[in-house]
């Protein structure tokens, strides 16, 4: 690295920090309190909308029933309570990671595991897209103004949340503990509050607002009601975050994260519940211009309180980063998955911030498209979201009882080791066992009866999403496979001297400093080399051809006709009329590249070496060599313009032929 290099750090390392050596991953582990805000901000967040979910389906039958929420809403807390204890035997079960995805590979197979790796990735994706959404809709509701900028408001958080956790998960975890705490904090407050406002018979219903409206109102039946509840089951979403992140936490990690799993689970169920009484206390509704959460703390404090300003703020940060469940699980789940080899490789990397910045990026991404292509609108994202929740956590908990099942047939004593855990006897794994399949039954019905109840309202898409995407991870598997048996050495052994670099074909496009650094790099091998030009600009030939007169003086140089300006097809044709005049060696092709300091002027040249690459890759025995040259304009240049690279000013490879030249532009 250059001194002013050092001097200027580049934007990308302004925005995501310095980067972190391998030995610090350890020093990246999260405490219980940080964790709480990296991981259960998903599952928080859902009780912002989860309560008003219930009360929009609810509305089909009329506000007269609204007050079947309540029972509702008891109902999933039940769920909610039977889940997390599954859940937590999990975590304890599968102290270097517990997630759906690991839990189905060890107890069920690939194909349950691929089943629930696409429903975790998509439900990342729509935690990302849903979460954003919801907080710029509370924005919208505090600030009426923006409710038309609901998208590019989405949009700009989703990108400071990709940089955020570009950063790392510590960094990311300590800037979002703030916020969820702070949501934590006004949430408990205002149910305290409206409680003491109903005891004291002072809490009078909310005013001045226009319920959403249904075009036909039906009569209250079951597959109504179900709807409701499979609505409300949002408030579940999130809930395995902690058992997927469980490396993250800091040691013992499984015993921080199950105790983490069970405060973020006593919150939920206690925010959850109280939000769904005091919004039937001041007879909230659903509405498109105004959330339910602000119906309730308008109703309590009063539009001009600040208190009803701090519970919406409260209220918008946990919605907004509630993303980073997802950008904080997606790329974990992800790098797994890419490396049992069923996504690109690439997913697998860890950034210079320690973190798998290709899964975050792409994750931005996804969640962006989502949020444009469905404008923001909650209530069109939710169908879009269970689905794959529950899926998971069907998954899980059936890998969980197979996991018991198989650790009671085992004598005491008796282990068996695999890649991902060791199983040994367990002596209580019978009541492990039922409670898991009792979480598994559960999940499993509330997730058939989503997909019943919202097939026509989106859910169809993540019926049809989730099956491509086992297909789509088959084939990268498939690939994967036969790339590796091609590749593979063994039964095999080098045979010394078979061919030899035959010749050595050099692109120029000119004849400057980096042409001549290309010939002296020809010239260097050994073997028969020549020069070529395509003409491109036939009244740049003979130019060409003076220069090369003048400044190399040796050699051949090869000017081949391309009268329909095409650079890729004349030089290919001449690889392979060399090939076939060498039909047992090697064809070096050596390429120029003008190398610039930074990315900005780097994308100003034509960078024609990568294109020529790719070009000539799937020719056998080609060999293609980019020769470098390096132009840095912070160096001192001599009088004559030219940089300082040695004593006399010039590259080594080149010497001054004549004084008249040194001053002549090549333009």
């Known amino acids: 690295m250059t001194a002013l290099q050092e001097r200027r750090p580049s934007l990308w390392r302004m925005l995501v920090g310095k980067p972190l050596a391998t030995k610090d991953l350890p020093h990246q582990a999260v405490s219980r309190a940080v964790g709480l805000a990296v991981f259960a901000s998903d599952a928080l967040s859902s009780t912002a909308y989860a309560t008003e979910e219930i009360l929009v389906i609810l509305a089909f039958a009329g506000s007269a029933y609204f007050g079947i929420s309540i029972p509702i809403a008891f109902a999933i807390a039940v769920l909610l309570f039977i889940v997390t204890v599954s859940y937590r035997q999990t975590i304890l079960a599968y102290p270097n990671g517990g997630g759906a995805y690991i839990v189905a590979r060890d107890n069920l197979g690939e194909l349950p595991a691929q089943v629930a790796a696409a429903a975790l990735l998509t439900d990342y994706v729509l935690t990302v897209a849903v979460s954003i959404s919801s907080g710029v809709a509370q924005i919208a509701s505090a600030v009426p103004q923006l409710h038309d900028r609901r998208v590019e408001l989405a949009l700009f958080v989703i990108i400071l949340m990709t940089i955020a956790n570009l950063r790392g998960v510590k960094e990311s975890g300590r800037l979002f503990a703030i916020p969820t705490y702070f949501f934590i904090f006004m949430s408990f407050t205002m149910l305290i509050v409206g409680a003491i406002e109903v005891a004291l018979g002072r809490l009078k219903p909310v005013t001045g607002v226009q319920m959403i409206h249904h075009d036909v109102i039906e009569p209250l039946t079951w597959f109504i009601v179900l709807r409701a509840f499979s609505s409300g089951c949002a408030a579940l979403t999130g809930i395995e975050a902690i058992s997927n992140g469980i490396t993250a936490f800091k040691e013992p990690r499984s015993r921080n994260a199950a105790a983490t799993l069970m405060v973020m689970s006593t919150i939920l169920v206690t925010i959850f519940v109280g939000f769904t009484l005091l919004a039937n206390a001041v007879h909230a509704l659903p509405s498109h211009q105004e959330t339910v959460v602000s119906q309730m703390a308008r109703a309590i404090y009063g539009r001009e309180n600040i208190m009803y300003y701090a519970t919406m703020l409260g209220t918008t940060l946990i919605l907004l980063l509630a993303a980073n469940t997802g950008f904080a699980d997606f790329p974990r789940l992800a790098a797994l998955v890419a490396a049992d080899g069923f996504l690109p490789r690439q997913l697998t990397i860890r950034g210079s911030r320690l973190v798998f910045s290709v899964g975050i990026m792409t994750l ?304």
């Open 364 to 667: 931005g991404v996804l969640a962006g498209i989502l949020v444009v292509f469905l404008q923001a609108n909650v209530t069109l994202l939710i169908p879009l979201y269970a689905v794959g929740v529950f899926l998971s956590f069907t998954l899980s908990q059936a890998g969980m009882v197979v996991r018991f099942w198989r650790a009671g047939k085992l004598k005491p004593g008796e282990k068996v080791t695999n890649e991902v855990t060791t199983l040994e006897h367990f002596p209580h794994w019978r009541a492990s066992m039922i409670v898991s399949a009792v979480g598994a039954t559960a999940t499993c019905i509330v997730m058939l009866i989503f997909a019943i109840t919202k097939f026509t309202s989106g859910a169809w898409f993540i019926v049809l999403l989730i099956p491509t995407m086992v297909y789509m991870f088959s084939r990268v598997h498939h690939h994967y496979k036969d790339v590796a048996q091609r590749l593979s050495a063994a039964g095999l052994r080098l045979k010394r001297g078979v061919r030899h670099v035959v010749s050595a074909l050099v692109l120029v496009d000119d004849i400057h400093i980096g042409s001549l650094r290309m010939i002296d790099y020809a010239k260097s091998l050994g073997v028969k080399w020549r020069a070529v030009h395509v003409a491109i600009n036939p009244a740049k030939v003979e130019k060409i051809q003076r220069k090369w007169q003048e400044r190399v003086g040796e050699g051949e140089l090869t000017i081949l006709e391309s009268p329909y300006r095409q650079l890729i097809e004349p030089i290919r044709d001449e690889v392979q009329r060399e090939l076939e005049a060498n039909p047992e060696g090697y064809v070096n092709v050596i390429l120029g590249h003008l190398a610039m300091d930074t990315f900005w002027e780097q994308i100003l040249h034509q960078n024609n070496a990568y294109i020529f690459s790719l070009a000539l890759q799937n020719l056998d025995r080609v060999v293609v060599t980019t020769v470098p040259y390096q132009c840095h304009h912070h160096e001192e240049t001599n009088g004559n313009g030219q940089h300082k690279n040695n004593g006399n000013g010039l590259p080594p490879e080149v010497e001054v032929k004549e004084t008249a030249e040194t001053q002549q532009s090549d333009s």
